[in-house]
């Protein structure tokens, strides 16, 4: 069982920054595609990035050229940099392990198993 706690999450003006941080109690490198999620109003929960076991990184195109994801693989600490903050940025997210039945599902909610307790991100 691998338990993911989020951090990082708040309120920032549209063009700013924010910087998410995931903590995984197991090692992940190598086990688990790991990646962030998010929910914004009115929208299902979407894929935002994530790495894979490889550790090649898979960004959404709506926040590519924004956001960056890089796993920490001694701590085991998988960040999300946000910048040029958008208000359709403002959502929980969510931090996320499994294993996506194909790499086409790497941004898949429903291919992942564990998740974290989300942290607002709210954009204005």
């Known amino acids: 069982h691998v338990q993911l706690v989020e951090s990082g999450g708040g309120s920032v003006q549209a063009g700013g920054s924010l910087r998410l941080s995931c903590t995984a109690s197991?090692?992940?490198?190598?086990?688990?595609?790991i990646g962030w999620f998010r929910e914004v109003p009115g929208k299902e929960r979407e894929g935002v990035a994530a790495?894979?076991?490889?550790?090649?990184?898979v960004i959404a195109k709506s926040v590519k050229g924004r956001f960056t994801v890089s796993l920490d693989q001694v701590n085991n600490i998988l960040d999300l940099q946000m910048n040029n903050l958008k208000p359709e940025d403002t959502g929980v997210y969510y931090c996320?392990?499994?294993?996506?039945?194909?790499?086409?599902?790497?941004?898949?909610?429903?291919?992942?198993?564990?998740w974290g307790q989300g942290t607002q991100v709210t954009v204005s």
């Open positions: 197991a090692y992940l490198h190598g086990r688990h595609f």
């Open positions: 790495v894979d076991i490889d550790n090649s990184t």
């Open positions: 996320a392990a499994g294993h996506p039945s194909s790499l086409y599902r790497v941004l898949s909610p429903s291919d992942y198993t564990y």
